[in-house]
């Protein structure tokens, strides 16, 4: 049993800088505004576990998306804490935040056994590549790119929804519009046929989501988004089964440098992989 108990409760919108905080020092290296579109996808979603004292022990987040499916991410107890029991206390009320519903996780490989035993079945690996971004990228002429601004929000948002399973408007309206970032779409015959975002991180930019028709798409898409930080530090997270992706980020220089297991606990979405050549965010699929 835990030596103190704890006392779970949602964060305000105020606050979500603490997980953002504890996952940047666990190196999985957040968008410095990403507390913004968390907050938009699901107001009450981030759960904090405290002690008597008042000091924050451990962190979930329990992420509804409409009436049928919740995503799990920042697990994290604070290393003072680890070892005593709190981060299961967290898991537990997690679960009962997203009871009844289809789950889904990114679950780094030290937890991945653990979330097998609570009924998580593995869909596939997401593997974070790294490196610097190219100096002169640039996007193909007349490649069909233009800034998500100029598209019918509508149409980004069924287009999200066929990528991630669900449509989430709220969170994709904030995704797009954080600070220090930029949002780009493909056009192709008048229809949205791709979608990238480029944000700032506490270790360089990170590139997410970039859905793609095709390589040439996802290449342009690419080259567009890197030259938001032309020479800095620059992440990928292509889902491993979709091949082009992952040479995609190996031909522009990018490494590997981290993975997950993307999980669900019930029916799992049908998701087209071989158009997700970076998933949005480990943290919220």
């Known amino acids: 049993m835990p030596a103190q108990p704890l006392t779970f409760r949602s964060l305000a919108s105020n606050e979500l800088a603490l997980p953002v905080q504890w996952a940047a020092a666990e190196g999985w290296n957040p968008g410095l505004h990403d507390a913004i579109a968390f907050n938009a996808a699901d107001p009450g979603g981030f759960i904090v576990g405290k002690l008597p004292s008042g000091e924050p022990a451990v962190v979930v987040s329990a992420v509804r998306t409409g009436a049928d499916f919740g995503f799990l991410g920042f697990y994290i107890t604070a290393p003072a804490y680890r070892g005593l029991g709190y981060g299961h206390l967290a ?8 009871a009844g519903r289809t789950l889904g996780l990114d679950g780094v490989v030290a937890q991945q056994d653990n979330y097998a035993r609570s009924g998580f079945v593995l869909a596939h690996r997401n593997l974070r590549y790294g490196g610097i971004a190219p100096a002169s990228a640039s996007p193909a002429p007349n490649a069909g790119i233009v800034e998500a601004g100029a598209v019918p929000f509508a149409d980004l948002v069924a287009f999200d929804a066929l990528h991630f399973g669900r449509p989430r408007a709220e969170f994709l309206r904030a995704w797009i519009a954080l600070p ?13 046929q791709g979608l990238g975002v480029v944000r700032r991180c506490h270790t360089g930019c ?50 590997l440098v981290f993975e997950t ?25």
Do not use: C
């Open 91 to 98: 898991w537990q009320a997690a679960l009962d935040r997203l």
């Open 206 to 255: 990170k590139i997410g989501p970039l859905f793609a028709p095709d390589e040439a798409g996802a290449e342009a898409l690419f080259n567009a988004l890197a030259g938001f930080a032309p020479g800095e530090s620059l992440f990928l997270d292509p889902p491993e089964p979709n091949g082009p992706a992952v040479a995609l980020a190996r031909r522009h220089g990018l490494e």
């Open 180 to 192: 220090e970032s930029r949002a780009l779409v493909l056009v192709r015959d008048g229809q949205v």
């Open 261 to 285: 297991a993307r999980m669900y606990l019930g029916p799992a979405p049908v998701l087209p992989l071989k158009r997700i050549y970076g998933i949005t965010s480990f943290e919220l699929g």
